[in-house]
Nanobody
Framework: QVQVVESGGGSVQAGGSLRLSCTHS????????MAWFRQAPGQEREGVAR????????KYADSVKGRFTISRDNTKNTLTLQMNSLKPKDTAMYFC???????????????????WGQGTQVNVST
């Protein structure tokens, strides 16, 4: 069973920054797509960013493009989401997810991701 654990959430004022981290037990660590999703109260879970197995081909939701950066360190089994210029609409539970291997073109849809963390809460106030 793959273990996935997020950390780094918290509360911040609009315009601030947060850095989310995800540790995982994928073996080998460069074998799978990884992604961040988020879910706000009363809303469906949505994809935020995804990245290929060796760290290339990062893709972003239009709502976060230019503000968020996804990266991974396969030597440390970690995935990171740097979030800058945060807005109140970024308030949500953020989830780290492990997806398919064998392709640098990682899918955007939730059902393609098989292992999930418990989530970390991000609150952005005005």
């Amino acid at each position: 069973q793959v273990q996935v654990v997020e950390s780094g959430g918290g509360s911040v004022q609009a315009g601030g920054s947060l850095r989310l981290s995800c540790t995982h037990s994928i073996s080998p660590s460069n074998s799978a797509c990884m992604a961040w999703f988020r879910q706000a109260p009363g809303q469906e879970r949505e994809g935020v960013a995804r990245i290929g197995p060796i760290g290339g081909t990062a893709k972003y939701a239009d709502s976060v493009k230019g503000r968020f950066t996804i990266s991974r360190d396969n030597t440390k089994n970690t995935l990171t989401l740097q979030m800058n210029s945060l807005k109140p609409k970024d308030t949500a539970m953020y989830f780290c997810a492990v997806g398919p291997g064998g392709t640098p073109l990682c899918p955007s849809y939730e059902r393609a991701y098989h292992y999930w963390g418990q989530g970390t809460q991000v609150n952005v106030s005005t």
